[in-house]
Structures are given as C-alpha cells and as structure tokens.
C-alpha cells in the first residue's frame, strides 16, 4: 500500500510557474503525474521510475520536468511558462509495478487526492 500527499498547486498568470510535490509512503517504482481538466478525462502529463529516466506528455514537454528524491520519497513537478490549458486538477500517481504502461492513466495503482492548479490569462 503506497499513501500520496500532494502540495504546491495554486493561482498563476501565463508565463508563471508552479512547482508540485508529493511525498509517498512506501517505495514505488514508477511515480508520476496525472491531470484532469474541467468536464475532460483525465491526462499523463508525466512519469518516472526509481531508477531511470523522466517521459512526458507532449503538450508539457520542454515546459515541465518531473524529479524524484528517492532518500525522501519525494516527486516534483517543475512547471514553467504555464497556460491557461494547463489549468487542473494534478494528481500524484504511483505504482510499485516496472512494467506498467505508464503513459496510460488507468493503469496507475496509487492515487493522492490532488492539488489544483490555475493558470489565468
């Protein structure tokens, strides 16, 4: 059993940044992040696992990096030159699986309750 507890989401104009955490209980492999905007389904932004490297959804890549600190059990997201898209809902997902299709949302095990984030014009 993984618990996820998410903070950093807030208010920003365009052009600002954000930068998310979550801590985990537990050690899973793959963590990531997860969106939904209002009346959408629910979007990959981001993964990585324990011991390699990051992938990220096309609509944030170049714009935001995903970290983790593995002696503290901690992801980040590092979100820059943020738009009014960008405004969600940001869920902390994680999985102690290796062979997940991680680019898949419903593929994930551990979900943290979120943290909103709004990008205004």
């Known amino acids: 059993q993984v618990q996820l507890q998410e903070s950093g989401g807030g208010s920003v104009q365009s052009g600002g940044s954000l930068r998310l955490s979550c801590v985990a209980s537990?050690?899973?492999?793959?963590m990531g992040w997860i969106r939904q905007a209002p009346e959408k389904e629910r979007e990959w932004v981001a993964s990585i696992p324990r011991d390699g490297s990051p992938t990220y959804a096309d609509s944030v890549k170049g714009r935001f990096t995903i970290s983790r600190d593995n002696a503290k059990n901690t992801l980040y997201l590092q979100m820059n030159s943020l738009k009014p898209d960008d405004t969600a809902m940001y869920y902390c997902?994680?999985?102690?699986?290796?062979?997940?299709?991680?680019?898949?949302?419903?593929?994930?095990?551990?979900w943290g309750q979120g943290t909103q984030v709004t990008v205004s014009s």
């Open positions: 537990g050690y899973p492999y793959y």
């Open positions: 997902a994680a999985d102690t699986r290796w062979y997940i299709h991680a680019s898949s949302w419903r593929s994930w095990q551990y």
